[in-house]
């Protein structure tokens, strides 16, 4: 018969009652900048597209392009599921380091690749560690950041990626410029860039401690209470004041063991409608940021005709309009609510996706209007996305939050993202405008169908502890 081990915990009211500080800040930086990796890789992977097609070892189709971005993808899926799983057992702190040091390695492997097999092996070991990284920073960030700012500090975090997608279009086109490097080493040198970033986040994650609310659900209340002593005593001595006492708590039960069975229990039987409103919110948006993204770089060389090594002046105007989309209407999260955002910007960027289909499929852009169309679009689809990570982290119980957001990313990667740069290398090889709309209306109806299943499924988590929104699988009844 299992002894009931009871513990009263007020760490969540502690960790929400924190002014914002320095402690933060810290948090945000060495945590955040996972998202600027990746959209420095992927940034990379499309604006060296056409470099690599011409690239005297290389020599990749457009076709094999798109695939080596599924390729990542792939990689990502399983890396979020299997360092997800790891997150939850182990912790969040100790995965820092390991799923950082897979993106290290591989993203450096990827600089040296000698043919198209390498490189789809290389990026899609990059994947995996950044895949590894989505599951254990987003589940750390949430736990960490108060509840009345939570909405806002984790769209602005999930819409750095384009600080990264605006840096690698920026060296891109220095790199790619062939009285630089030339066309085989300007995308090497590239790649390895990710790396150099990289050892310096390494350095920084030393000084965060692991997730006081990850220990007091997993048996260490006293590690959690010293842990949490002491970022309290960080923040009094960083910001000068005197933190308020709190009086709510949480009564834990017998520590919940995790399973593949409880898991979907969990998900299925307990919350079948925010699981069902997850998955639609995640496929949607993969699809059409990693269709068109990843294929980016080949519509404006195909058909408008810039060559290679410019392809980055107009992916930082698009990345610009990326990053401000979930900047600026990440405080709307936390003021006017998530549901009614949500299906907001998910509505708006699918219908201003398909007039810009429209456009295009007339002809009546060129390479300039055309990217300030998408930049648009993106504004409201980037907080769409941002919006979609923030859901399906924080409406389910803190033992499988890990996992969950791996599991959703990689669901929501495989049915909607995977097949997606194949499918748009494929209808951009075809050279026929009508077949690459068709793609561009089945992102706009994936987005407007998310809107609709938003204002029927969507979850007021706005301002609400964690544990108010999911209670522990470990409280007490």
């Not at 320095?22 to 996972?34: D, E, Y």
């Not at 198209?116 to 895949?131: D, P, V």
């Not at 086109?173 to 490097?181: F, G, I, K, N, T």
């Not at 002491?230 to 834990?252: C, D, K, Y």
Request: glycine share 10%.
């Amino acid at each position: 018969m299992a002894t009931d081990t009871r513990t009263l915990t007020d760490v969540p009211a502690r960790l929400d009652r924190l002014p914002w500080s320095r402690f933060h800040r810290l948090v945000v930086v060495a945590l955040g900048i996972t998202w600027i990796l990746d959209g420095l890789e992927v940034t990379l992977a499309g604006s060296v597209a056409a470099a690599l097609q011409t690239s005297p070892r290389l020599q990749l189709t457009a076709e094999q392009v798109g695939l080596t971005g599924s390729a990542y993808l792939a990689g990502a899926v399983l890396g979020s599921l299997f360092f997800g799983h790891l997150t939850d057992l182990l912790g969040r702190k100790k995965l820092f380091s390991v799923t950082l040091g897979v993106y290290l390695v591989a993203t450096a492997l990827t600089a040296f690749s000698w043919d198209f097999t390498s490189f789809l092996f290389f990026r899609f070991l990059t994947g995996a560690g950044i895949g590894g990284e989505y599951s254990a920073i987003n589940s750390a960030i949430q736990e960490l950041i108060p509840a009345r700012l939570r909405g806002r500090i984790d769209l602005a975090i999930n819409g750095s990626f384009w600080v990264g997608a605006a840096g690698g279009a920026v060296l891109s086109v220095w790199l790619l410029d062939p009285e630089v490097l030339g066309p085989d080493l300007g995308w090497r040198v590239a790649f390895g860039s990710g790396a150099v970033l990289g050892l310096v986040i390494l350095y920084l994650r030393r000084f965060l401690p692991e997730s006081p609310r990850w220990l007091m659900i997993h048996g260490q209340p006293e590690e959690a209470e010293r842990v949490m002593a002491g970022i309290e005593a960080q923040v009094s001595a960083s910001e000068r004041v005197t933190l308020a006492p709190v009086t709510a708590t949480l009564m834990l039960g017998n520590r919940h063991k995790t399973t593949l069975v409880s898991v979907a229990r969990t998900l299925l039987r307990d919350y079948p409608g925010r699981t069902t409103f997850g998955l639609v919110l995640m496929i949607s948006q993969a699809f059409i940021y990693n269709a068109i993204f990843f294929t980016y770089a080949l519509v404006l060389t195909r058909f408008y005709g810039i060559a290679a090594d410019k392809v980055g002046l107009y992916i930082l105007p698009f990345a610009v309009g990326n990053f401000l989309g979930p900047l600026l209407l990440g405080p709307l999260f936390d003021t006017l609510g998530r549901k009614p955002m949500i299906a907001a910007t998910y509505a708006l960027s699918g219908l201003l996706l398909a007039v810009t289909g429209e456009l295009f499929y007339i002809d009546v852009l060129d390479a300039t209007t055309q990217t300030a169309m998408w930049s648009i679009v993106f504004f409201f689809a980037s907080a769409a996305a941002s919006a979609a990570y923030l859901t399906v982290g924080e409406c389910f119980p803190l033992e499988i939050r890990a996992l969950t957001i791996a599991l959703f990313y990689a669901f929501g990667t495989l049915l909607g993202g995977v097949g997606g740069p194949w499918l748009f290398g494929v209808l951009i090889d075809s050279g026929s405008r009508g077949d690459v709309v068709s793609g561009y209306l089945l992102g706009a109806a994936m987005m407007v169908t998310a809107a609709l299943v938003t204002l029927k499924l969507g979850v007021a988590a706005e301002r609400r502890p964690l544990e108010d929104v999911a209670p522990p699988l470990s409280k007490a009844p």
